[in-house]
């Protein structure tokens, strides 16, 4: 009788867990409020922020880099900013950690169209919970796709191209 009951708490409580990752990563998408965070650039060492962009459609990327999701992402977003090449177009990457450890990760993949900055605020106080949040931004500055725990964006190559075409 005990472990049935056992069981039944386990398998409850996984289900609850299950229930719990869906909803957070299908219906809390993150709002972007921290346009205007300070961030570094990591290459130059000046600080910037989201709204400095503004003019250009731009892929904000918060990433981590022990997340799986962010390293698989970085390929295609490397290879969708190759594609576009396009001055008006920017892929952003903001990570909370130390830059010894992003140089890490940049010297894993080939990032070389990516710019890498890094906020002092730690991430989850931006609400970014979950990695990657990626954000595809217009050239108002506002958002009009975000996608959670990685992403394909080379799908989204022509809703970029029709982007940049607009005023």
């Not at 295609?76 to 952003?92: E, G, M, Q, R, Y």
Request: net charge positive.
């Amino acid at each position: 009788m005990k472990k049935i009951k056992f069981t039944t708490i386990i398998a409850l409580l996984l289900l609850a867990f299950v229930g719990y990752r869906l909803v957070k990563r299908y219906l809390l998408v993150p709002a972007m409020s921290f346009h205007s965070e300070q961030l570094t650039l990591l290459d130059n060492k000046q600080t910037t922020s989201i709204d400095a962009y503004k003019g250009s459609v731009v892929i904000v990327s918060c990433y981590q880099t022990w997340c799986v999701d962010c390293a698989r992402e970085t390929g295609w977003l490397n290879d969708l900013s190759a594609s576009i090449n396009s001055p008006k177009f920017t892929v952003l990457y903001i990570s909370d950690e130390p830059e010894e450890k992003v140089n890490g990760f940049r010297k894993r993949f080939d990032t070389d169209k990516i710019v890498f900055a890094k906020t002092e605020k730690p991430l989850g106080e931006l609400g970014i919970h979950s990695f990657p949040t990626t954000f595809l931004l217009n050239k108002k500055g506002e958002v009009i796709k975000t996608k959670l725990e990685g992403y394909d964006w080379k799908k989204e190559e022509a809703t970029i191209k029709k982007l940049l075409d607009e005023n």
